[in-house]
């Protein structure tokens, strides 16, 4: 008998049942709420007179839809107001536990899981947030769900699902100097297509992947949506065990041991077969810049835009359009107007160290807007504990409170039509951050240097 992959072990420990028409009955071990997908799903339960399941495996936090500044206020923006107080009403009715603004636990859905110990390796994971693939990370099956699936899960602690195809991503060798996870990822997709995942659940793996921290590793599963992929996930190893020990939900005594001893035996058999298999070379791998409206154009920052692919000209020529680009010049030297660090790809502690490395004793220029918008309340208070807000106000940051903030132009923080913005999260579709936005996909630390420089520069021609 052939053995087994990591995503089929996890997958068949959570069959409840399978159907006729090649569908399983998943169950599902937590389930992450929000403001934004929720209300609809609540609504559905009440019509039908029936309870959560079981709401302790169940956790709500305000995330999507919330002002990053002056949270201690009443929110201001009608829709954002709603959204937040039907949360804390359904959380009340059903019972479900809530982080809301405020809460020393609130934060992005997708940070605050890994942080407090909710995300564990061999778990089944869902949330109405397409990035919940970011749990992934610690060798868990993580996915996004529609609010429909939403309501589902909140019913019955099961879903409907179709097992996907299975894709392998090998990264082996060292990474150069001042490149990233981020740029991991940006570079897998920019050579995949942004569809080129799609049907698949994809392990990452390799000598390159193991050796990232567990929040790179949380920013390359993050983005495994972006090319497609129903999610992505890594085998936990020490580094996992380690990020989780401790944490306020991790399990304590007797059943971390118990735990442990499971989750060691969380890895792909060696004559496993996948339906695909990739593999890239990390000292290929250079600091990514997206240059069109999806995250499969990106290009080396010392490289030049390609020429549109003869299939798809027309939709590549639009991009180039609205981007203000051109096929054949270099993205080296071009002005930007707003940088954004945060989102659930990039604003972890990890990531605002790494941006305030580069940032310290320099300067915005006066033409730039940045903010640094933390994951979660814990990175928040992490942050300042180690002085790293006076070093981003310094230079002339606003360091804002948590939230998805400018990933996605939902809240009040958007960027305004035209401008370029240099962001850390994890599209650039047109109208992401903002009607008529313009923005370039990138890490904290070449985030960071375009900040303040004014301009897109390589980050490794910067002086630390």
Not at 40 to 57: E, M, N, S, T, Y
Not at 60 to 72: E, M, S
Not at 145 to 160: D, F, M, R, W
Request: glycine content about 10%; some cysteine.
């Amino acid at each position: 008998m052939a053995g087994l992959t990591l995503f089929d072990k996890i997958w068949n420990a959570h069959v409840v049942k399978s159907v006729e028409g090649g569908q399983d009955v998943l169950y599902i071990d937590r389930h992450l709420i929000h403001e934004v997908t929720s209300p609809q799903a609540f609504d559905g339960l009440r019509k039908r007179g029936i309870p959560v399941f079981r709401p302790a495996q169940t956790i709500a936090t305000a995330d999507h839809n919330v002002p990053t500044l002056n949270q201690h206020l009443p929110i201001s923006e009608p829709l954002s107001r709603f959204q937040v107080d039907k949360l804390t009403e359904n959380c009340e009715a059903f019972g479900v536990e809530l982080y809301g603004l405020g809460h020393q636990r609130q934060g992005i859905v997708h940070v605050i899981g890994p942080e407090l110990g909710i995300t564990q390796p061999g778990m089944t994971l869902v949330c109405g947030d397409s990035h919940t693939s970011t749990h992934g990370a610690f060798g868990s099956i993580a996915f996004g769900i529609g609010t429909s699936q939403v309501e589902q899960v909140l019913a019955t602690q099961c879903l409907l699902q179709k097992r996907p195809k299975r894709m392998r991503i090998t990264v082996d060798g060292t990474l150069s100097e001042g490149v990233t996870s981020k740029d991991i990822i940006l570079h897998i997709i920019a050579r995949l297509s942004a569809a080129g995942a799609t049907g698949f659940f994809v392990e990452y793996a390799g000598s390159a992947i193991r050796s990232l921290s567990m929040e790179g590793r949380m920013t390359i599963c993050n983005m495994s949506i972006e090319m497609g992929a129903r999610g992505g996930l890594i085998a936990p190893d020490e580094t996992t065990f380690e990020y989780v020990r401790g944490r306020e939900f991790a399990p304590q005594g007797e059943a971390w041991e118990k735990s442990l001893k499971y989750w060691q035996t969380l890895f792909t058999d060696a004559d496993a077969a996948f339906d695909e298999e990739h593999h890239f070379n990390a000292a290929d791998i250079a600091p990514i810049l997206t240059f069109g409206t999806n995250p499969g154009m990106g290009i080396p920052v010392d490289g030049s835009i390609p020429q549109a692919p003869s299939e798809s000209s027309a939709s590549f020529d639009k991009s180039l359009e609205y981007m203000g680009f051109q096929a054949g010049e270099s993205l080296l030297g071009k002005p930007i107007d707003y940088v954004f660090i945060g989102s659930c790809t990039n604003s972890r502690i990890e990531d605002l160290r790494l941006a305030a490395r580069i940032v310290q004793g320099k300067k915005v220029p006066a033409h730039v807007t940045a903010w640094v918008v933390p994951g979660s309340k814990q990175v928040e208070q992490q942050a300042k504990a180690e002085g790293l807000d006076r070093i981003f106000t310094a230079a002339g940051f606003e360091f804002r409170e948590p939230g998805c903030s400018a990933c996605l132009g939902m809240n009040e923080d958007k960027i305004p039509a035209g401008k370029y913005c240099i962001s850390t999260s994890n599209r650039n579709f047109e109208g992401r951050q903002g009607p008529g936005a313009r923005t370039i996909l990138a890490g904290p630390a070449m985030a960071a240097a375009a900040a303040v420089e004014g301009k897109i520069i390589d980050v490794r021609s910067l002086s630390t």
